[in-house]
């Protein structure tokens, strides 16, 4: 069973940088596509990043680009999204998501793609 923990969500001021973690068990780590999505009050959930775990190819929404970096630790099948130069709209509740067996992230940014998602954690930026 895909099991997914997200840790390292908080409460920050704009510009400040957090970084969240994403523990992931019951599956082969390898050839996955792993991403993580956001969810604003109100709001559809969206793609911010994702990646190929056998590769490390990286995706990223225009929004986030060159402020948020998502990478991994395969030894402890762990991925991290390092998030800087944070700002008020990038408050949401953010959900790490796994594809199993998949030769690439063919849907990085799409919902129903992924098969497996974790519990969340809620990030706040402040003005």
């Known amino acids: 069973q895909v099991q997914l923990v997200e840790s390292g969500g908080g409460s920050v001021q704009a510009g400040g940088s957090l970084r969240l973690s994403c523990a992931a068990s019951?599956?082969?780590?390898?050839?996955?596509?792993m991403g993580w999505f956001r969810q604003g009050p109100g709001k559809e959930r969206e793609g911010v990043a994702a990646?190929?775990?056998?590769?490390?190819?990286?995706y990223y929404a225009d929004s986030v680009k060159g402020r948020f970096t998502i990478s991994q630790d395969n030894a402890k099948n762990t991925v991290y999204l390092q998030m800087n130069s944070l700002k008020p709209e990038d408050t949401a509740m953010y959900y790490c998501?796994?594809?199993?067996?998949?030769?690439?992230?063919?849907?990085?940014?799409?919902?129903?793609?992924?098969?497996?998602w974790g519990q969340g954690t809620q990030v706040t930026v402040s003005s």
């Open positions: 998501a796994a594809r199993r067996l998949t030769s690439r992230c063919w849907a990085p940014f799409s919902v129903p793609w992924y098969t497996g």
């Open positions: 019951g599956y082969t780590y390898s050839s996955a596509c």
């Open positions: 990646m190929y775990t056998t590769g490390g190819s990286t």
